[in-house]
């Protein structure tokens, strides 16, 4: 028998196409695991030349070990100038073992002039890296789209994801059954917060809730030139924002003025006070069911009205 050893061109080419060997996935979609190989044949240290009955065999070891999946034959296969190429090379039990499970699988060639005598295993056998095939994911069902979870024991299968109890209505997500906690499993309220947070942005709060501002104001309070310095309002509504500001008036006597809110502010209640003079004071009345407060700013020993700059918070 002639002496054949084999080795490859750095070109070895190992192709998942569409040939033979294929798996039916659910929803009758179909994977193939076949592939093409491309190798150099010697022949008692030349290039070989004629046909040859080749196969090819998987192991999960470089050396020893039994036969994965099936051997895929290839009969009278040419070779030209030492090269050849086997087309569908399937190494893959239909029913059986698949070798092909992106673990890491070693390819053991073996050859023989064609129809003549026994084959001979060429050494050493060719290292496939473990990689996630492809193929492997349809062995548990997967589909495009999903997420995918190792099992283990060589596939890829579908993540099991726990339903989250948001509901999505277009950008917007919401949940209502319950109360939400942040950094307690124990929440006592719609949202339970247990730590310290950063806000960004305003704060808003309905009208006629309590535990924040409804409105900030800094004016200039007198019998002549009062006027808005800055405000914010921070309740909800659809007469609220910038088209609808706190607005100022002057007063009938020295250190007077009126402050007029987009909204009833008789059932809140307020802080009134100077902004920079000590030798100052400020107080704010309010009469009936209003959306105005009277304001005064004055000297306190003698109680003199003071044109002045006051600050009002409403909570």
Not at 5 to 12: G, H
Not at 51 to 70: E, K, M, P, R
Not at 247 to 273: D, I, K
Request: proline residues 5%; aromatic residues 10%; glycine residues 10%.
């Amino acid at each position: 028998m002639k002496n054949l050893t084999k080795t490859f061109s750095l070109t070895c080419i190992l192709i998942f196409m569409v040939v033979n060997s294929s798996i039916v996935m659910a929803g009758g979609s179909v994977i193939n695991q076949s592939f093409n190989y491309q190798g150099q044949l010697l022949d008692n240290g030349s290039p070989a030349n004629g046909n040859y009955d080749i196969t090819v065999s998987a192991f999960f070891f470089a050396s020893g070990g039994v036969v994965q999946g099936q051997v895929s034959f290839h009969l009278n296969t040419p070779v030209t100038n030492g090269l050849f190429t086997l087309d569908s090379v399937d190494v893959v039990d239909p029913v059986g073992v698949d070798p092909l499970d992106g673990l890491e699988v070693f390819l053991e060639v073996a050859v023989r002039p064609a129809g003549e005598g026994s084959y001979a295993a060429l050494s050493p056998r060719q290292r496939i890296k473990a990689v996630p095939y492809a193929n492997n994911m349809s062995r548990k069902e997967a589909v495009a789209g999903q997420v995918l979870t190792y099992d283990g024991n060589g596939y890829w299968e579908p993540e099991t994801i726990t339903q989250t109890p948001w509901s999505i209505d277009g950008s917007d997500i919401f949940y209502t059954d319950g109360n939400v906690g942040v950094g307690t499993d124990s929440p006592t309220e719609t949202l339970t917060v247990d730590g310290d947070t950063f806000h960004k942005g305003n704060v808003y709060q309905n009208l006629n809730d309590n535990g924040g501002l409804k409105y900030m104001v800094k004016a200039t309070c007198g019998m002549t030139g009062s006027a808005i310095i800055s405000s914010y309002t921070g309740t909800l509504g659809s007469t609220l924002g910038p088209s609808f500001p706190v607005t100022v008036a002057n007063g009938a006597n020295a250190g007077r003025c009126s402050l007029t809110f987009p909204t009833l502010v008789f059932e809140r209640y307020w802080v009134a006070s100077p902004v920079t003079d000590a030798n100052r004071s400020t107080n704010c009345v309010i009469s009936g069911n209003s959306a105005t407060l009277n304001c005064r700013s004055y000297t306190p020993n003698t109680g003199t009205g003071i044109t002045s700059d006051i600050t009002v918070l409403i909570y």
